[in-house]
């Protein structure tokens, strides 16, 4: 029988891969993947107890129910406060920056951003949904709080990014730029277990994914590339294969391991595009470049290099398979 390789067991053997490393990266990851665990105790039972009501309902306790959102973002936030190693968290639950002023010596030499509880709109229908995390070495002075600066640097300048999918299994999968792996959480004996480790996404893909519902939004070169994803070409294996579950870690986590391109264009209602540049786009980009594919807005721009300008700030996003997403770009240049 194979060994069994926990994820703890994984971040300190990796430790070595990093000159000078004390460990402190080491134990911000374990203690990520201590909320994760967390978190996926109360997603699983989220049917049954009274947890999905609104933030502000009051439950027949008089206690102030908490969405599972909410409950996700503050469960990372004490575990990422707990790890000593973070003095700072962008969260899409918060408008600025969490800092720990009161208590904490602000020495953590890393910023976290972070998407606590991705896909709402599929958390109170039992259909996938996660969590997506990026770490970035802070900018401003140790010892002091950290401010926005620490987060509006470039993806490339990420140090560690991942998700979770909470999901028919719970998984998480990070990269610190050597590689990307996956671990599967074994409920028996509550460990995260390597289970996908060095994923390779395929260079072409047969699968699409978009919200084909906004069509008559998209940009023309998008339409186009739709089109061609639905043309009969035995040769390229076409039509693919439509794939879209409207929770974004499930639907890049598929494609990630299928091979396939997850498009969020700009659209009337989204004019930059839906998704997040810091705590969704940014470590997907990450994961999928380490993977061996390709994120760009769909304008020639790799997401990675843009120099974001607002927390919240959204992108739009063509990630995925390399070749597709090149095709896709061809489409774009050549219609829009
Ligand atoms: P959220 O952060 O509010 O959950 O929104 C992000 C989600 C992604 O998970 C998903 O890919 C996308 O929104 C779906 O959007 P749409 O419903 O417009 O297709
Ligand atoms: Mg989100």
Not at 247 to 253: G, I, M, R
Not at 279 to 308: F, H, S, V
Request: with cysteine.
């Amino acid at each position: 029988m194979s060994k069994v390789i926990t994820l703890n067991e994984f971040i300190i053997s990796r430790q070595a891969e990093f000159p000078y490393a004390k460990g402190e990266l080491s134990r911000l990851l374990s203690h990520i993947g201590i909320a994760a665990k967390i978190v996926n105790r109360e997603v699983n039972k989220a049917g049954l107890v009274d947890i999905l009501g609104d933030s502000n309902d009051i439950n027949i306790q008089g206690e102030i129910q908490k969405k599972l959102d909410v409950f996700a973002d503050e469960r990372f936030i004490a575990a990422l406060k707990a790890s000593g190693e973070c003095c700072g968290i962008a969260s899409e639950e918060n408008e600025e920056v969490v800092t720990f002023e009161e208590d904490m010596p602000n020495d953590g030499k890393y910023v976290v951003a972070l998407d606590p509880l991705d896909g709402s709109g599929n958390i109170d229908v039992n259909v996938s949904i996660g969590t997506i995390f990026s770490i970035y070495r802070r900018i401003s002075p140790i010892g002091h709080k950290a401010t926005r600066e620490d987060f509006l640097q470039e993806g490339t300048k990420q140090v560690a990014a991942g998700y979770i999918l909470y999901g028919s299994s719970t998984v998480l999968v990070y990269t610190t730029g050597r590689g990307v792996n996956g671990f599967t959480l074994d409920p028996s004996i509550g460990e995260f277990c390597l289970s996908h480790p060095q994923i390779q996404t395929s260079q072409i893909g047969y699968i699409y994914s978009i919200n084909e519902g906004n069509y008559l939004h998209f940009p023309i070169g998008v339409k186009k590339y739709i089109k061609y994803c639905q043309e009969i070409d035995n040769q390229t294996h076409r039509p693919y294969t439509s794939r879209y579950i409207g929770s974004f870690v499930a639907d890049f986590h598929r494609n990630l391991l299928k091979g396939g391109i997850y498009l969020y264009p700009e659209t009337e209602s989204h004019p930059s595009g839906k998704l997040r540049l810091i705590y969704e786009c940014n470590p997907m980009a990450l994961l999928a470049e380490q993977a061996g594919g390709k994120a760009t807005d769909g304008r020639g721009k790799r997401i990675l290099d843009i120099k974001p300008t607002d927390l919240h700030q959204r992108v739009p996003l063509h990630i995925g398979a390399r070749k597709m997403v090149e095709l896709s770009e061809t489409f774009m240049a050549q219609y829009s």
